[in-house]
């Protein structure tokens, strides 16, 4: 074997030696090591979504436990006839008109068992209610304001309301949905949660849609129309005050106490002086002097030269 032949074959075979100490690297080294990392970063994501779920899990079963607490009880026939009554005692404080409540039949609810598998298990029921009435639109806020800070696990699911006469009046239909769960412990009688003002992230001003009062084209023209023209003592020796509440000049005496008839707003004489008049125009208080309109007491300060209220 000559030199150059040897120089070749130990060539050759050092690169046997490279080839297969690089594949034993690989595969005993490299690879494992490549695998291990791979099998740690999914663990540790497991472990971050497990603490997520977690943390979720728990976010989810306080919001449950306040549902629970807040639900009507799990007998539906109960929560049904107890809800019913607590909507028209509310009905009742805003003084609606010919108002009706209907409650719709309980409807079961379920969800799949986690325990005994393709068995469902009831949770509670849910019970439609249509409430039907008469009031002003300040009323009727009112009525909104009292359904929203109430505690009870109900909604709105719908709203109808519908001018009618010339009294100020709505024609109102409303759909309401409630809850009542199997973990609630309000056994016999509804939840007394109410939401305090401070904890409240709704900013909801229901007396700005009682001024803006949407039913009422042309309102500001309509309160400019309405004057105080007189303040005199009727037989009984009660004073009365004389407002047009037309564009015709058509007059109307109130007392204390009574409404100005006029259509689409809710306008009541409070007091009734010598020489000015106490009235309150959707529920906001205002003095009218002899010879303004409720156009102009109403009117903010950079329209009260125009009469005219936003």
Not at 83 to 110: C, G, R
Not at 137 to 144: D, I, K, P, S, T
Not at 208 to 237: M, P, S
Not at 284 to 301: F, K, N, R, T, Y
Request: charged letters at 25%; aromatic letters at 8%.
């Amino acid at each position: 074997m000559t030199p150059r032949t040897k120089w070749f074959l130990i060539a050759g075979l050092s690169v046997f030696a490279l080839y297969g100490a690089d594949s034993f690297y690989r595969s005993w080294i490299e690879q494992p090591s490549q695998q291990f990392n791979a099998r740690l970063d999914s663990v540790t994501r497991g472990i971050a979504d497990s603490k997520d779920d977690q943390m979720a899990a728990q976010k989810l079963g306080k919001r449950l436990e306040s549902y629970a607490a807040r639900a009507l009880p799990y007998d539906a026939s109960l929560a049904r006839s107890l809800y019913q009554e607590w909507l028209l005692d509310v009905v009742e404080k805003h003084q609606f008109a010919s108002t009706s409540v209907d409650a719709a039949q309980p409807i079961p609810m379920e969800i799949r068992s986690r325990i005994k598998k393709g068995k469902r298990v009831r949770i509670g029921h849910k019970i439609s209610y249509s409430l039907r009435g008469q009031a002003t639109l300040a009323r009727m806020a009112g009525f909104l304001d009292d359904f929203r800070t109430s505690g009870h696990l109900h909604k709105i699911r719908s709203i109808s309301l519908n001018p009618i006469g010339n009294e100020g009046q709505l024609d109102i239909a409303v759909a309401i949905e409630v809850l009542s769960l199997a973990a609630s412990p309000n056994k016999d009688q509804l939840s007394d949660f109410v939401w305090l003002p401070d904890a409240e992230n709704s900013t909801i001003d229901y007396q700005d849609l009682v001024r803006r009062n949407l039913f009422a084209r042309g309102f500001a023209k309509a309160l400019n129309d309405i004057e105080l023209k007189a303040i005199t003592l009727n037989r009984q020796g009660k004073a009365e005050a004389w407002f047009t509440v037309d564009r015709m000049g058509t007059i109307k005496t109130v007392t204390a106490g009574n409404q100005i008839p006029v259509a689409l707003h809710d306008i009541a004489v409070v007091e009734v002086q010598s020489d000015k008049v106490l009235v309150h125009v959707n529920q906001d208080p205002h003095w009218i002097l002899l010879g303004q309109s409720i156009g102009e007491v109403c009117a903010p300060p950079e329209n009260a030269n125009l009469g005219v209220k936003l």
